[in-house]
């Protein structure tokens, strides 16, 4: 049986579904899970099939705790650089902020991360695809994470942690595991609010 075959889930079950789980159990995703999942991103549209990614899948406890902490330092770096300086200045009501700080603190408890790497600094777009084949493979396996970024000023520390090439940039840090909580609808925008037809200003109905 291939990874195909073992993609059962329907792909509209799978996208009107999936949403983005920052609250995850510590159990172990079994090794033939975690390759399905890897083997679904890369099967992404790219540019020109160069291919030009390289995925880390983080599994060795030590350095899932030291990325942990890292990706903390980096997450309040993101929110200094906007002027927050302490959960007491996130506006009420921010509960998607919340969310993500306290995945902040909780990081290096996921049982799994994959890194999302361009083999070259400014490379990210094309890469971008993977990330989504990724998040919908991990779906269908009952699996849950979400979209992470770092910054800059940790960038040299997990390049060290992983051997990655200065050459390289991170574009992505997707914590994945069994999800506490549950998959379901999300909230959006109605179409026609955001998306137009043959104009901007003409609604799509």
């Known amino acids: 049986m291939t ?11 799978a996208m009107f579904t999936q949403r983005a789980i920052r609250r995850l159990k510590p159990d172990p995703i079994p090794d033939e899970v975690m390759k399905d999942i890897m083997e679904a ?27 942990g902490e890292l990706y903390h330092e980096a997450w309040w770096a993101k929110r200094k650089d906007q002027g927050i300086m302490g959960p007491e200045d ?26 999302i790497c361009a083999l070259a600094k400014g490379g990210a777009n094309g890469i971008i695809p993977s990330a989504q084949n990724l998040l919908l493979a991990a779906r ?16 040299d520390r ?26 379901g609808s999300v909230t959006r925008k109605p179409l026609e609010e955001v998306c137009g037809i043959d104009s901007w200003d003409v609604p799509y109905r």
């Open 140 to 155: 269908s396996h009952g699996i849950g994470g979400t979209i992470a970024t770092l910054h800059q000023v940790v960038d």
């Open 3 to 13: 990874t195909a075959d073992r993609l059962t889930m329907p792909l509209g079950e």
């Open 90 to 115: 996130i506006p009420p009501g921010k509960n998607s902020q919340r969310s993500a700080m306290r995945l902040a603190n909780e990081f290096g408890d996921a049982p799994v991360m994959v890194f």
């Open 41 to 67: 991103a890369i099967r992404a549209p790219n540019g020109g099939n160069t291919q030009q990614w390289h995925f880390i899948v983080l599994k060795d406890a030590n350095k899932r705790k030291q990325m």
């Open 158 to 183: 997990v390049k060290k942690l992983m051997n990655i090439p200065d050459t390289a940039e991170i574009v992505y840090c997707m914590p994945l595991g069994y999800p506490r909580g549950e998959f």
